[in-house]
């Protein structure tokens, strides 16, 4: 349960009831191409283009973009996304380089890496995580973030990735308590806070992000219980954004949630204590990362 963003195109009538907040202007401008282009080349997936993410053309433009390792195929079934359920391929060693000289080649200062979950593997592809980070952090002036599976709650296996001190450990709790068991069933609530708490508890600390979806079919209250389970397990930076359904066999969208009730989740988050908050109807989890762990960062220091 690594890619909250996989759920984007309206693939079904629902689609047609979309709200006007919610619909996406192609914009191809930038670095778009230059992006595009180089993806292409290295043949590295990313989640952008796997979870057909709505935000793809401007974060292309901006010349970033989240990287997959581990392939495309998931071991997992969550309800919500849309990237391949199959038995996957075996690992490719030469990811971590190929991830490096796509980032020397874009010259990115922040890269996201994710991963499909590999329950196949021994370490569930941590090692190649922790590879991955440090042939980044090798090159000048570059930030990394780490958006990673639950490792099925090991943590040893956590720290294996958090040993090459990724600057942001990201890890999605997804959803509020009660719809875990349906949305996401080979997952758990508390197994995925564990996980952060291990993460903020590590030093050097990293930041430490998670991301939620609405309109899943939780209330107010429970998202906000959600977010305060979220601080106590010392999670500090924040994505929400909307759930849209890839098809009619994905999980139904239970609500549109305007974007003036995104801004006032935003602002009941600050005031639980998380230091940078991206809310919004097409916030994904790497949604403007880079200015995200700008934000944390200067709390941090300030
Ligand atoms: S664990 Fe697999 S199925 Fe679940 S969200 Fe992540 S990529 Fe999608």
Redesign the pocket.
């Known amino acids: 349960?690594?890619?909250e963003a996989?759920m984007s195109r309206p693939a079904n009538a629902a689609a047609s009831r979309r709200p006007p907040w919610i619909r996406v202007r192609l914009r191809a401008a930038g670095h778009f191409a230059k992006v595009a282009q180089t993806l292409r080349v290295t043949a590295l997936p990313t989640v952008c283009e796997e979870a057909d993410c709505p935000n793809q053309s401007e974060c292309f433009s901006r010349g970033t973009a989240t990287v997959m390792i581990l392939g495309k195929r998931?071991t997992?079934?969550?309800r919500f996304?849309a990237?391949k359920?199959a038995i996957p391929y075996p690992v490719d060693p030469s990811e971590p380089e190929r991830v490096a000289a796509l980032a020397r080649e874009l010259a990115l200062r922040h890269v996201v890496v994710t991963s499909?979950?590999r329950d196949d593997l021994p370490d569930g592809g941590a090692e190649l995580f922790a590879e991955t980070i440090t042939r980044l952090k090798v090159l000048p002036g570059v930030t990394v973030e780490v958006l990673t599976?639950d490792f099925g709650g090991d943590e040893h296996l956590v720290a294996t990735v958090l040993f090459a001190e990724p600057q942001v450990f990201n890890h999605n709790l997804e959803t509020v308590r009660r719809l875990q068991p349906a949305v996401?069933p080979q997952a758990g609530y508390e197994r995925s806070l564990k996980v952060l708490s291990v993460a903020a508890a590590w030093r050097p600390r990293p930041i430490v992000k998670s991301g939620l979806m609405v309109g899943l079919g939780e209330t107010d209250e429970e998202l906000m219980e959600t977010l305060a389970d979220l601080r106590s397990a010392g999670c500090r930076s924040l994505t929400l954004g909307q759930y849209l359904a890839p098809t009619r066999e994905h999980w139904p969208v239970s609500r549109f949630v305007p974007p003036e009730q995104f801004a006032r989740y935003r602002e009941q988050a600050l005031a639980l204590g998380f230091t940078a908050v991206a809310a919004g109807p097409l916030v994904r989890s790497s949604y403007r990362a880079d200015q995200l762990t700008a934000e944390a960062r200067m709390m941090a220091n300030g």
């Open positions: 349960m690594v890619i996989a998931c997992r079934q969550c996304c990237v359920s499909v979950t599976p996401r």
